[in-house]
């Protein structure tokens, strides 16, 4: 911070929200907003009441792939006629006046689905809370493209060579050599990088596929409001890793963490995004747990919490007990990793970014 920071503001961004993003409106309050971990989130309160929010870029230590400011405001747009998601405002994409890609969006009124669920909502609640998120992410992989890969312009037109299938078991090795050394026993390094081979060959199941994947779909980034007595879906945020491939990596990720939530809220999620027109191949469920992998693994190796952490090996343990490998690796090694996870007690049960 400089000398004339306003809630956090450095001059040359407060000069670029007063005259060009919010022109002719009196900033009353700024102040930050909990939850982004790669980016600095802050909440701008106008005189006149008004609400925004201003998201400022910044590089992240994760592996996975992170689309520019003006990637994402491109995807925003992209979608706004048919899914959810805020409206934005204004932009600097590349940081040419205030020295950061900075977006500027309108404060959306809701709360986290994962708020939600963690409210322990009756059964039918759940269920269509599952039900309206699934047609939502159904929404999104109707959004077809014209071939698989990253995003690498605003034209959200993946470079022809982007299509190819992801090496799950070379990007589990990045990870290990990238990441924090002490996050993982040997046993648990030997763990993950030993299910990435065994089931890294099932990626190759969705190489060619090309609809919209947002890539964060989970509670966190999902919000909801309460209207005429049910749940819908009011925003879907965060599209910073939006890319092209297959639907089944938004399923994975919502579902990393099933096991916490009610059995009807994941019917209901498997049945609202099939009923409107979501793809499911018979193998989706194994299918989805292995494209989730490339997420886990990134976590695994270099967490931003201990929470996090902590529910990300849960999840690599839930992994393993229902891989098909050999039953006499489950048989030696999960035993052993469940063993040194009752140490962790209840942080297991964090979710992950």
């Known amino acids: 911070m400089t000398t004339g920071d306003h809630g956090g503001l450095d001059t040359r961004t407060r000069a670029w929200l007063t ?61 706004a006629p048919t899914v959810p998601v805020v409206d934005v405002v204004a932009s600097d994409p590349y940081g040419d006046v205030t020295g950061r890609p900075t977006l500027v969006y309108r404060f959306v009124h809701g709360v986290s689905l994962g708020q939600v669920l963690a409210g322990k909502p009756t059964a039918a609640e759940a269920a269509g809370l599952g039900v309206a998120v ?32 992801a090496d799950l078991p070379g990007f589990v090795e990045r990870c290990l050599a990238t990441g924090n050394g002490d996050a993982l ?34 509670p966190k980034n999902v919000l909801v409001s309460r209207r005429g007595g049910r749940w819908d879906v009011v925003a879907v945020l965060d599209w910073e890793q939006a890319f092209s491939g297959s639907p089944l990596y938004d399923v994975g990720n919502m579902l990393r963490f099933a096991h916490l939530y009610p059995s009807s809220f994941v019917d209901g999620f498997v049945s609202g995004y099939r009923d409107a027109g979501g793809p499911l191949p018979r193998d989706w469920r194994e299918l989805s747990r292995t494209l989730d992998l490339f997420t886990l693994a990134d976590i695994l190796t270099a967490p931003p ?44 049960h964090g979710e992950s970014p």
Do not use: K, W
């Open 134 to 165: 699934g047609g939502v992410l159904a929404g999104i992989a109707a959004v077809r493209l014209p071939r698989p890969g990253p995003f690498h312009d605003v034209s959200l037109v993946p470079a022809e060579s982007g299509g190819e299938a």
């Open 19 to 79: 005259e060009r993003a919010l022109p002719g409106l009196d900033l009353s309050a700024v102040s930050p907003l909990p939850g982004g971990f790669t980016n600095d989130m802050r909440l701008v309160t106008t005189g006149q009441g008004e609400r925004y929010v201003l998201r400022r870029y910044r590089s992240s230590g994760t592996r996975m792939r992170r689309n520019t400011c003006a990637v994402e405001t491109a995807v925003l747009e992209r979608v």
């Open 185 to 218: 026993t040997p046993d648990e390094t030997d763990a993950l990088r030993g299910l990435a081979a065994r089931t890294g060959h099932r990626v190759a199941e969705v190489n060619g596929h090309s609809r919209l994947v947002h890539c964060d779909f989970n």
């Open 305 to 348: 919490d201990a929470a996090c952490f902590a529910g990300a090996r849960t999840v690599l343990f839930r992994h393993l007990a229902h891989e098909q490998g050999p039953t006499s690796d489950r048989a030696r090694r999960v035993p052993r990793l469940r063993a040194r996870s009752a140490e962790h007690g209840a942080r297991d």
